[in-house]
């Protein structure tokens, strides 16, 4: 549930009508724009749509699917979607530009009262969480604006090589997004977090040693396969946390990982620019590397959350009535093999 829209999940779906909308009225201003305000405008507008189907979409997933596991692997799913639209975006946006132009390319009802935001935003698991989102999307928010110009500088690349530097990353996002989904909760959600976000840093080091676009698969492919496991791993996360610390409303804090995504490609392209002039392009990969491994430990404090003792009760009373376990450690509750177990137990 969304905090601004306290309705059942079904009715979450004006959101996405409004998203699509705003969706489609960007694209167009995109297409005939010929100033920079209007094309700041279309490209706020885009983000302010995009907001209303992520929020809207992850929230009802985390209310459709309560267990712990499902949950996991339908959000894996779902980010999947958004690698195969970065995936047909790419490459066939510089080919439409190259041969075309410009304007071809652009042609639930909840019983219970949700936790304020500035609640979860207190919440130091909540906070680290986040942390690793925009961490993590930073690095390729810098590279979008900065590796095209830094190609055509160092390979004299053509046009139609900078978009398809970016598939690499597009398909193992995709991979790595499913994959993890199901992997993740079997070897640990916050190890596969810090995993990735070793991998993050190792990737954007190994960028600035490729002479060709060749050279950049490797580095591309494990930033985007490395980003898909974070990004699987921690919206599986941010929903077990208000489980098991707040009340299970959704909505706020989607809200929060979507901002926190906001602020990697927010931050990333807006001072990678400047960066990239003052200290040049590999220092630059070097820093934002070395940020995302140093922050990587951090994910270890996820290991084992601490549960709120109200909600304790609740997660002890379905332990007893599911087969399945709701701890990320794969600790927790025995579960009894049938109905008669205690009985053959006790005649043994």
Same mark, same amino acid.
């Given at each position: 549930?969304?905090?601004?829209?306290?309705?059942?999940?079904?009715?979450?779906?004006?959101?996405?009508?409004?998203?699509?909308?705003?969706?489609?009225?960007?694209?167009?201003?995109?297409?005939?724009?010929?100033?920079?305000?209007?094309?700041?405008?279309?490209?706020?507008?885009?983000?302010?749509?995009?907001?209303?189907?992520?929020?809207?979409?992850?929230?009802?997933?985390?209310?459709?699917?309560?267990?712990?596991?499902?949950?996991?692997?339908?959000?894996?799913?779902?980010?999947?979607?958004?690698?195969?639209?970065?995936?047909?975006?790419?490459?066939?946006?510089?080919?439409?530009?190259?041969?075309?132009?410009?304007?071809?390319?652009? !042609? +639930?009802?909840? *019983? &219970?009262?949700?936790?304020?935001?500035?609640? @979860?935003?207190?919440?130091?698991? $909540?906070?680290? /969480?986040?942390?690793?989102?925009?961490?993590?999307?930073?690095?390729?928010?810098?590279?979008?604006?900065?590796?095209?110009?830094?190609?055509?500088?160092?390979?004299?690349?053509?046009?139609?090589?900078?978009?398809?530097?970016?598939?690499?990353?597009?398909?193992?996002?995709?991979?790595?997004?499913?994959?993890?989904?199901?992997?993740?909760?079997?070897?640990?959600?916050?190890?596969?977090?810090?995993?990735?976000?070793?991998?993050?840093?190792?990737?954007?080091?190994?960028?600035?040693?490729?002479?060709?676009?060749?050279?950049?698969?490797?580095?591309?492919?494990?930033?985007?396969?490395?980003?898909?496991?974070?990004?699987?791993?921690?919206?599986?996360?941010?929903?077990?946390?208000?489980?098991?610390?707040?009340? !299970? +409303?959704?909505? *706020? &804090?989607?809200?929060?990982?979507?901002?926190? @995504?906001?602020?990697?490609?927010? $931050?990333?392209? /807006?001072?990678?620019?400047?960066?990239?002039?003052?200290?040049?392009?590999?220092?630059?990969?070097?820093?934002?590397?070395?940020?995302?491994?140093?922050?990587?430990?951090?994910?270890?404090?996820?290991?084992?959350?601490?549960?709120?003792?109200?909600?304790?009760?609740?997660?002890?009373?379905?332990?007893?009535?599911?087969?399945?376990?709701?701890?990320?450690?794969?600790?927790?509750?025995?579960?009894?093999?049938?109905?008669?177990?205690?009985?053959?137990?006790?005649?043994?």
């Amino acid at each position: 549930m969304d905090p601004l829209n306290p309705h059942p999940v079904w009715l979450q779906v004006p959101d996405i009508k409004v998203e699509n909308v705003s969706q489609y009225v960007s694209t167009i201003m995109f297409a005939f724009s010929g100033t920079y305000a209007l094309l700041f405008f279309a490209r706020s507008l885009q983000g302010i749509g995009s907001s209303f189907s992520s929020v809207a979409g992850l929230g009802m997933l985390a209310s459709v699917y309560t267990d712990d596991e499902e949950r996991g692997i339908a959000m894996g799913v779902a980010l999947g979607g958004l690698a195969l639209g970065v995936l047909s975006e790419t490459h066939t946006h510089t080919h439409t530009h190259t041969l075309s132009s410009a304007q071809l390319c652009w !042609s +639930v009802f909840q *019983s &219970v009262e949700g936790t304020p935001l500035f609640t @979860l935003l207190k919440d130091p698991y $909540i906070f680290v /969480s986040a942390g690793s989102l925009c961490f993590a999307n930073m690095g390729v928010a810098i590279l979008e604006p900065t590796l095209p110009i830094w190609m055509m500088q160092t390979m004299c690349s053509p046009k139609w090589q900078l978009g398809m530097a970016f598939l690499p990353a597009s398909v193992s996002y995709l991979i790595g997004t499913n994959l993890f989904g199901i992997l993740a909760n079997k070897m640990g959600r916050w190890l596969c977090s810090m995993l990735g976000m070793f991998i993050v840093g190792i990737s954007l080091l190994c960028v600035p040693f490729a002479t060709s676009i060749y050279g950049l698969i490797g580095p591309n492919g494990g930033l985007g396969f490395a980003i898909g496991m974070v990004d699987s791993s921690m919206m599986a996360i941010m929903g077990y946390l208000v489980d098991i610390r707040h009340a !299970s +409303v959704y909505g *706020s &804090v989607y809200a929060i990982a979507d901002v926190a @995504l906001c602020m990697g490609f927010a $931050i990333g392209p /807006s001072t990678g620019g400047v960066l990239v002039q003052a200290v040049g392009f590999p220092c630059l990969m070097v820093f934002i590397g070395v940020i995302n491994i140093l922050y990587a430990p951090f994910c270890f404090l996820l290991r084992n959350p601490a549960v709120r003792e109200e909600n304790m009760a609740i997660i002890d009373q379905e332990c007893v009535m599911t087969m399945k376990n709701y701890n990320t450690n794969k600790g927790g509750c025995e579960f009894p093999l049938s109905d008669n177990s205690e009985e053959e137990e006790t005649e043994e």
